[in-house]
């Protein structure tokens, strides 16, 4: 965008004033920031924040937005005096458990580029004196943690930035949002409009309410959090602390006890500590009022009255972890408000709807100039270096926008902060928010059921488990450690079995369907994708969204069923508003080339039925042609399947023979009972998405969002099949892409495990030479080949037959990059025109012959 933009940001706390210092160092002139509370002290959550500063996060994303952030406060200082004191971070264990998710996070901390060191007990007291050698059995040790400053952070930002021109309104509340012909157009106080071209909802906790003024449900909830300060600590006391090194009065490692929901730090020779052990405790944040016109550290809106009953475990606790604290009591205590999201993730980017509303919500001090700078990057360049994906407001969808979902869920992601929670582990509560109309028959099967995004998904079938008898020696699955037991059944092995040598189906209604029409639909798509979509109806063309820079926005399947009517196999809903708001836009610029994008998920329902007796199951029970002639690979077209009108796919997941077979909501069940009754004949199965994961790995299926985001382009990625280079169209990221070295630094890879046992979950740091190099994006047992495999992004010199190392649990696990895909590279399955079996379906009558 041009840099003469009128900027409005809302809300002066450390993500607000971060966000418009990354804008002025950007060229921008014309920023106000617009503050319900005095400038001095906002009265937010920064201005009670403990401040530390733990970088390792499960996440990439959230891990180098952290480091931003300690880069950046580190920067900032006047008179000699930081904002940031690097004291180190350390996190404790006191349970075996513990011990071993240290282990993870150690390997979190390798993949993402973070220095870190798993400790003994012996030398977590060396580091730590006033710890309890009895308690503590490890640490991690992570040397660039620290202390934020965060109130002292912002006032200087503020100050650098007025130098700079930007204009800032103190004591300001914001009554509304005016807009016109879909954009903002002034943001609206008690003293008159500000004028503003580009609004930006900073308001942390108060960004519920800032979005209801344009119609935008932000799926933030604030929760009561408390923290408080002890007396003078005997061990701490009548030290030098130099302040102007230090920053915040403290000489110890920033501490956490997460088997107790516990963090520390030091004030001085007093100690702070947080805990999020309590109950839940929401806050309406309308209630709170007006921000008065003196704000202190006593006396703020965030700062709530400590409940000392709620506090009286972690009293107990603390003083077993840290024995010299039982020579004080507690001097002070708050409960502070922090805002908590359905899934635990901030909220970035820009409102679905409205042109010119960007919000940065339910962010921590941790991961404040982080998204200050990812959001500077996408109002600047269109796109944030760092991918923020997994942090965009789009990614959630509807049923997880309602009040009673954002606070139920984002309550359980308090209690489980700081829990061991398993990579594949749903969510407790809410559940069956949405199901298939094979629910009803997968539950009979014994389905074991994930969720994601509100769908409950069968992952195997306990109904197969009779299968586990028959399954052939090379089919047999390797016993499993415990980590990756979880969420997990040998029946998947059985499941993979049939679906290779039989036939199985499966429920693929939670893939995301939109249906994209109207006469500017074709126009539209040529401009977002990187293939020539002017093909005849009946055409499947895999595809992808690029950015500018040619980073991987999204790769999607689209299928043309007639001239203007298209539909999209998507991953999530943030592709569908992407699609949206540029039909919008093609709308405003060309009436005359409207589309409509239409969500069409929820009112349809698909069946994947594949392997290589898909065609004798069809055949029985449908007299159209499913023959390559009939129906060729990445074809479609509609059919009747026993009577129903089905629009069948010729695609797979999984490397097999079959189709898509999708059909009303209504009729779903009649057509799941019609295939599985045929199908009886030729052995079939209803299988798993454990199942599936595994096949589509051993085919070298990509997923967007794990395999590869926007930090990667299609060379990187190795999906430049789905570029098609000569198309003749502009599109977006096609300039960028004639740039791109055909060599490049880093590729996704495949790997087999060498020892043809050791699992692994995804996200594990790999060692090349012995040096950190890579990561795991995705990982299955491969049960047709035999070994578990894995895709990874390593390093463009590492070549196909060398043998990197892969960290699983503190252990390295040998493995070999190896050619790709691991199955079938010919696709003689997936293209098998094979006649049908023909089956007596009446054997009574055929005996009496």
Same mark, same amino acid.
């Given at each position: 965008?041009?840099?003469?933009?009128?900027?409005?940001?809302?809300?002066?706390?450390?993500?607000?004033?971060?966000?418009?210092?990354?804008?002025?160092?950007?060229?921008?002139?014309?920023?106000?920031?617009?503050?319900?509370?005095?400038?001095?002290?906002?009265?937010?959550?920064?201005?009670?924040?403990?401040?530390?500063?733990?970088?390792?996060?499960?996440?990439?994303? %959230?891990?180098?937005?952290?480091?931003?952030?300690?880069?950046?406060?580190?920067?900032?200082?006047?008179?000699?005096?930081?904002?940031?004191?690097?004291?180190?971070?350390?996190?404790?264990?006191?349970?075996?458990?513990?011990?071993?998710?240290?282990?993870?996070?150690?390997?979190?901390?390798?993949?993402?580029?973070?220095?870190?060191?798993?400790?003994?007990?012996?030398?977590?007291?060396? %580091?730590?004196?006033?710890?309890?050698?009895?308690?503590?059995?490890?640490?991690?040790?992570?040397?660039?943690?620290?202390?934020?400053?965060?109130?002292?952070?912002?006032?200087?930002?503020?100050?650098?930035?007025?130098?700079?021109?930007?204009?800032?309104?103190?004591?300001?509340?914001?009554?509304?949002?005016?807009?016109?012909?879909?954009?903002?157009?002034?943001?609206?106080?008690?003293?008159?409009?500000?004028?503003?071209?580009?609004?930006?909802?900073?308001?942390?906790?108060?960004?519920?309410?800032?979005?209801?003024?344009?119609?935008?449900?932000?799926?933030?909830?604030?929760?009561?959090?408390?923290?408080?300060?002890?007396?003078?600590?005997?061990?701490?006391?009548?030290?030098?602390?130099?302040?102007?090194?230090?920053?915040?009065?403290?000489?110890?490692?920033?501490?956490?006890?997460?088997?107790?929901?516990?963090?520390?730090?030091?004030?001085?020779?007093?100690?702070?500590?947080?805990?999020?052990?309590?109950?839940? %405790?929401?806050?309406?944040?309308?209630?709170?009022?007006?921000?008065?016109?003196?704000?202190?550290?006593?006396?703020?809106?965030?700062?709530?009255?400590?409940?000392?009953?709620?506090?009286?475990?972690?009293?107990?606790?603390?003083?077993?972890?840290?024995?010299?604290?039982? @020579?004080?009591?507690?001097?002070?205590?708050?409960?502070?408000?922090?805002?908590?999201?359905?899934?635990?993730?901030?909220?970035?980017?820009?409102?679905?709807?409205?042109?010119?509303?960007?919000?940065?919500?339910?962010?921590?001090?941790?991961?404040?100039?982080?998204?200050?700078?990812?959001?500077?990057?996408?109002?600047?360049?269109?796109?944030?270096?760092?991918?923020?994906?997994?942090?965009?407001?789009?990614?959630?969808?509807?049923?997880? %926008?309602?009040?009673?979902?954002?606070?139920?869920?984002?309550?359980?992601?308090?209690?489980?902060?700081?829990?061991?929670?398993?990579?594949?582990?749903?969510?407790?509560?809410?559940?069956?928010?949405?199901?298939?109309?094979?629910?009803?028959?997968?539950?009979?099967?014994?389905?074991?059921?994930?969720?994601?995004?509100?769908?409950?998904?069968?992952?195997?079938?306990?109904?197969?488990?009779?299968?586990?008898?028959?399954?052939?020696?090379?089919?047999?699955?390797?016993?499993?450690?415990?980590?990756?037991?979880?969420?997990?059944?040998?029946?998947?092995?059985?499941?993979?079995?049939?679906?290779?040598?039989?036939?199985?189906?499966?429920?693929?209604?939670?893939?995301?369907?939109?249906?994209?029409?109207?006469?500017?639909?074709? @126009?539209?798509?040529?401009?977002?994708?990187?293939?020539?979509?002017?093909?005849?109806?009946?055409?499947?063309?895999?595809?992808?969204?690029?950015?500018?820079?040619?980073?991987?926005?999204? @790769?999607?399947?689209?299928?043309?069923?007639? @001239?203007?009517?298209?539909?999209?196999?998507?991953?999530?809903?943030?592709?569908?508003?992407?699609?949206?708001?540029?039909?919008?836009?093609?709308?405003?610029?060309?009436?005359?080339?409207?589309?409509?994008?239409? +969500?069409?998920?929820?009112?349809?329902?698909?069946?994947?039925?594949?392997?290589?007796?898909?065609?004798?199951?069809?055949?029985?029970?449908?007299?159209?042609?499913?023959?390559?002639?009939?129906?060729?690979?990445?074809?479609?077209?509609?059919?009747?399947?026993?009577?129903?009108?089905?629009?069948?796919?010729?695609?797979?997941?999984?490397? +097999?023979?079959?189709?898509?077979?999708?059909?009303?909501?209504?009729?779903?069940?009649?057509?799941?009972?019609?295939?599985?009754?045929?199908?009886?004949?030729?052995?079939?199965?209803?299988?798993?998405?454990?199942?599936?994961?595994?096949?589509?790995?051993?085919?070298?299926?990509?997923?967007?969002?794990?395999?590869?985001?926007?930090?990667?382009?299609?060379?990187?990625?190795?999906?430049?099949?789905?570029?098609?280079?000569?198309?003749?169209?502009?599109?977006?990221?096609?300039?960028?892409?004639?740039?791109?070295?055909?060599?490049?630094?880093?590729?996704?890879?495949?790997?087999?495990?060498?020892?043809?046992?050791?699992?692994?979950?995804?996200?594990?740091?790999?060692?090349?030479?012995?040096?950190?190099?890579?990561?795991?994006?995705?990982?299955?047992?491969?049960?047709?080949?035999?070994?578990?495999?894995?895709?990874?992004?390593?390093?463009?010199?590492?070549?196909?037959?060398?043998?990197?190392?892969?960290?699983?649990?503190?252990?390295?696990?040998?493995?070999?990059?190896?050619? +790709?895909?691991?199955?079938?590279?010919?696709?003689?399955?997936?293209?098998?025109?094979?006649?049908?079996?023909?089956?007596?379906?009446?054997?009574?009558?055929?005996?009496?012959?």
């Amino acid at each position: 965008m041009a840099t003469s933009q009128r900027v409005v940001i809302i809300g002066a706390g450390i993500v607000g004033v971060n966000l418009a210092d990354e804008l002025v160092s950007r060229g921008w002139k014309d920023i106000t920031v617009v503050e319900q509370g005095p400038l001095n002290m906002p009265g937010g959550s920064t201005s009670h924040a403990p401040g530390l500063v733990f970088q390792t996060n499960p996440s990439k994303t %959230m891990t180098r937005l952290a480091k931003y952030t300690v880069e950046k406060l580190l920067s900032i200082k006047k008179d000699g005096e930081g904002c940031f004191n690097q004291l180190g971070g350390l996190e404790v264990a006191t349970t075996p458990e513990r011990l071993e998710e240290l282990k993870r996070r150690h390997g979190y901390a390798s993949s993402w580029g973070i220095e870190a060191r798993l400790i003994s007990g012996e030398e977590c007291v060396k %580091m730590y004196p006033l710890l309890n050698k009895d308690a503590v059995l490890g640490g991690l040790h992570i040397p660039t943690d620290g202390l934020a400053l965060a109130a002292r952070a912002t006032q200087l930002l503020i100050e650098r930035t007025q130098q700079a021109g930007v204009r800032y309104l103190a004591s300001t509340p914001v009554t509304g949002i005016e807009k016109s012909n879909g954009r903002v157009t002034s943001v609206t106080t008690p003293n008159g409009s500000v004028p503003a071209d580009i609004i930006v909802s900073c308001a942390g906790f108060w960004g519920v309410e800032i979005g209801a003024m344009v119609g935008l449900q932000v799926p933030l909830l604030p929760l009561a959090h408390q923290y408080a300060k002890t007396t003078a600590v005997p061990g701490l006391k009548n030290r030098e602390v130099n302040s102007k090194i230090n920053g915040m009065n403290a000489t110890l490692p920033i501490l956490r006890h997460q088997d107790q929901d516990l963090y520390y730090r030091e004030h001085g020779d007093q100690y702070g500590i947080g805990y999020y052990g309590h109950r839940p %405790m929401p806050v309406v944040a309308a209630s709170l009022g007006l921000t008065p016109q003196h704000v202190d550290d006593k006396n703020m809106p965030s700062r709530l009255e400590f409940t000392p009953r709620d506090f009286e475990t972690a009293w107990t606790e603390s003083q077993k972890l840290l024995p010299a604290l039982k @020579d004080t009591h507690l001097a002070d205590g708050f409960n502070g408000v922090f805002s908590f999201t359905p899934d635990g993730g901030p909220i970035i980017g820009r409102a679905p709807h409205l042109e010119g509303f960007y919000v940065a919500e339910a962010v921590w001090v941790t991961h404040s100039a982080g998204v200050a700078q990812a959001v500077a990057q996408l109002l600047t360049t269109g796109r944030s270096e760092i991918d923020i994906g997994e942090c965009d407001i789009s990614r959630f969808e509807d049923i997880q %926008m309602s009040r009673e979902y954002v606070s139920e869920t984002s309550q359980q992601n308090f209690v489980e902060i700081y829990d061991i929670i398993h990579p594949l582990a749903p969510k407790i509560s809410p559940r069956n928010l949405r199901i298939s109309p094979f629910n009803v028959r997968q539950r009979e099967m014994g389905a074991y059921f994930l969720e994601v995004g509100g769908w409950e998904r069968p992952f195997w079938y306990e109904a197969n488990a009779e299968l586990l008898k028959y399954l052939p020696a090379k089919w047999q699955p390797v016993e499993r450690d415990a980590w990756s037991a979880q969420h997990y059944s040998p029946i998947a092995a059985a499941e993979a079995w049939k679906t290779r040598n039989a036939v199985a189906m499966y429920d693929m209604t939670a893939f995301h369907r939109f249906e994209v029409s109207g006469p500017g639909a074709l @126009d539209l798509l040529q401009r977002l994708t990187t293939s020539d979509l002017s093909k005849d109806p009946g055409s499947i063309t895999y595809t992808l969204l690029l950015d500018d820079a040619a980073g991987i926005k999204g @790769d999607i399947f689209v299928s043309r069923i007639e @001239d203007d009517v298209f539909q999209i196999g998507a991953n999530s809903a943030t592709e569908f508003h992407y699609l949206s708001r540029e039909a919008r836009f093609q709308r405003q610029q060309s009436p005359n080339q409207w589309v409509q994008v239409r +969500e069409i998920t929820g009112s349809t329902c698909s069946i994947g039925l594949w392997g290589p007796r898909a065609r004798d199951v069809i055949a029985g029970i449908s007299t159209d042609d499913f023959s390559n002639k009939g129906l060729p690979y990445f074809g479609v077209k509609k059919v009747h399947v026993a009577g129903i009108p089905v629009l069948a796919f010729r695609k797979s997941y999984v490397g +097999e023979l079959g189709w898509e077979l999708q059909t009303s909501a209504e009729l779903g069940l009649r057509l799941w009972d019609a295939i599985f009754q045929a199908g009886k004949l030729h052995g079939i199965i209803a299988a798993g998405r454990a199942a599936l994961n595994a096949l589509r790995l051993e085919k070298g299926y990509r997923t967007y969002g794990a395999d590869m985001t926007t930090e990667h382009n299609p060379v990187e990625a190795g999906v430049v099949s789905a570029v098609q280079a000569d198309k003749k169209e502009d599109f977006i990221g096609k300039a960028a892409l004639m740039h791109l070295s055909k060599t490049p630094s880093r590729r996704l890879r495949c790997l087999a495990v060498n020892d043809g046992r050791s699992m692994i979950l995804g996200k594990e740091p790999i060692f090349y030479k012995d040096k950190a190099v890579g990561y795991i994006t995705t990982a299955a047992f491969g049960f047709t080949v035999g070994t578990p495999i894995a895709y990874a992004w390593l390093p463009g010199d590492v070549s196909i037959g060398e043998t990197v190392e892969i960290e699983y649990f503190g252990r390295r696990v040998p493995s070999t990059v190896v050619t +790709e895909p691991l199955y079938d590279p010919e696709n003689s399955r997936l293209l098998d025109d094979r006649p049908p079996i023909e089956v007596d379906t009446q054997p009574r009558l055929r005996s009496r012959l």
